[in-house]
């Protein structure tokens, strides 16, 4: 936008040369008025404008800086890439950028004068738009920070890291599986001796992995890679990377090749780390139920998306850990995401924190309810039920009031229920 108000002030003083000053042809809606007069609207202007500009940036910082402390510094980054709030900055930077070159080229001498007519009706204009844009910011800056509307980005974030990383039914190639150990040639025998490790060249977080360059790089050089590591592990430099059979046909070329596949930073990002993205949403909540901000129905708002994040994860295939080319061959093994460990992450965090708050869990054991009825494979009904006992048995032991007992029983027997499995 700045390098735009730049451009727009190199033509239309252009214009205002070339056309206008010569002709002397003037309309009702440009400037009429002389060089002193346009020097004071512009410089009026421009010294507003950066004004305001400062406001907006104050304004910023501090919604920042509340946003860490009460929703965790992790989610600056979703604050940072608002496209709104990135356009009414720009707006107001591009203004007083405008202003300035225009106002550098009102000239006056004894002889004559070079007023921008023009220029300076667009600097007017561009003034009123900018105040637009600030009364829209103070509103828009209101609802950036209410906890739902967080609660919502962070959620539609991680249902696009989902969507991205976990496969409708039947999108999945049969040539990939998960059982390969029924296949013994797939493995070659000799795969635990001649390997090449590969070694990591700089610490930081995996953050994500190129799959199909890798595969193209297996099935061109004929080889066998096993990653060792899944976006959102910590990378220490010199640890191994991948491991690669055969070991004698990796080159320096072709490890440092491989190595260009693998993103490492020094935070974990959203681009394949589905954990990453869930811990996002329990920080929210783990927050919420901290006696310093004590606002459990933040964190039960945090459940019900992260209920549906898992409703959605149980109707679409997990990644598979074992990919073969087109030609039915074995090329990569890597450690994958698991519905049980998407549970965990999910859940862990807020029952442990949430134990003595009997609303939360019961909350809790509810939401578990409604997964477990979209839920249809038997280890994903395990994991489930596997959380629901923690939940009960964890609360129950902080409970001294025997109705909230009874609550917390009743509620685990709608997950047995949904579940359709008996009490044991």
């Given at each position: 936008m700045a390098i735009g108000a730049i451009l727009l002030a190199f033509i239309t003083t252009i214009i205002d040369g070339t056309y206008f000053q010569d002709s002397g042809q003037r309309w009702w809606w440009l400037y009429m008025g002389d060089a002193d007069g346009a020097r004071t609207i512009l410089s009026t202007i421009t010294s507003s404008m950066i004004t305001v500009a400062g406001v907006v940036f104050s304004i910023t910082i501090v919604v920042l800086s509340q946003?860490?402390?009460?929703?965790?510094?992790?989610?600056?980054?979703?604050?940072?890439n608002i496209r709104t709030n990135q356009m009414v900055l720009g707006t107001f930077v591009a203004t007083y950028m405008y202003g300035i070159l225009v106002l550098n080229t009102v000239k006056k001498t004894p002889e004559t004068q070079f007023v921008p007519s023009i220029s300076v009706a667009v600097t007017i204009l561009l003034s009123?738009?900018?105040?637009?844009?600030?009364?829209?910011?103070?509103?828009?800056?209101?609802?950036?920070?209410?906890?739902?509307?967080?609660?919502?980005?962070?959620?539609?974030?991680?249902?696009?890291?989902?969507?991205r990383t976990f496969p409708q039914p039947g999108e999945q190639s049969h040539l990939s599986t998960d059982e390969p150990l029924k296949r013994e040639y797939d493995i070659p025998k000799t795969c635990s001796r001649e390997v090449c490790q590969i070694k990591i060249q700089n610490s930081g977080y995996l953050q994500a992995v190129d799959n199909d360059a890798l595969m193209k790089i297996a099935v061109e050089e004929d080889l066998l890679i096993h990653l060792d590591y899944r976006p959102g592990n910590f990378l220490t430099r010199g640890s191994n990377l991948v491991t690669v059979w055969p070991g004698d046909r990796i080159d320096e070329a072709l490890?440092?090749?491989?190595?260009d596949l693998f993103i490492?930073?020094?935070?974990?990002?959203?681009?394949?780390?589905?954990?990453?993205?869930?811990?996002?949403?329990v920080e929210v909540a783990v927050r919420?139920?901290?006696?310093?901000?004590?606002?459990?129905?933040?964190?039960?708002?945090?459940?019900?998306?992260?209920?549906?994040?898992?409703?959605?994860?149980?109707?679409?295939?997990?990644?598979?850990?074992?990919?073969?080319?087109?030609?039915?061959?074995?090329?990569?093994?890597?450690?994958?995401?698991s519905f049980d460990r998407m549970v965990d992450a999910a859940f862990n965090m807020i029952r442990q924190n949430a134990q003595a708050i009997p609303a939360v869990s019961i909350h809790l054991l509810e939401t578990l309810a409604t997964i477990g009825a979209q839920t249809h494979r038997e280890?994903?009904?395990?994991?489930?039920?596997?959380?629901?006992?923690?939940?009960?048995?964890?609360?129950?032991?902080?409970?001294?009031?025997?109705d909230d007992r009874k609550d917390i029983d009743e509620r685990q027997v709608w997950v047995l229920e949904a579940l359709d499995m008996e009490k044991e």
């Open positions: 946003a860490s402390s009460q929703f965790g510094p992790r989610l600056i980054r979703n604050f940072m009123l738009m900018s105040l637009g844009v600030m009364i829209y910011f103070i509103h828009n800056i209101s609802e950036t920070i209410q906890a739902q509307n967080i609660i919502a980005r962070v959620h539609q974030d991680l249902e696009d890291v989902v969507i490890s440092q090749t491989i190595n490492v930073g020094t935070e974990r990002t959203l681009e394949q780390d589905v954990e990453f993205a869930i811990s996002q949403m919420a139920l901290s006696p310093g901000i004590n606002d459990p129905v933040t964190a039960m708002t945090c459940i019900d998306w992260l209920g549906d994040i898992l409703c959605l994860l149980a109707h679409r295939q997990m990644p598979l850990s074992h990919r073969y080319d087109q030609k039915n061959r074995l090329r990569i093994i890597c450690k994958t995401f280890t994903d009904r395990r994991a489930l039920l596997r959380q629901a006992r923690l939940v009960s048995s964890g609360c129950k032991e902080q409970l001294s009031a025997e």
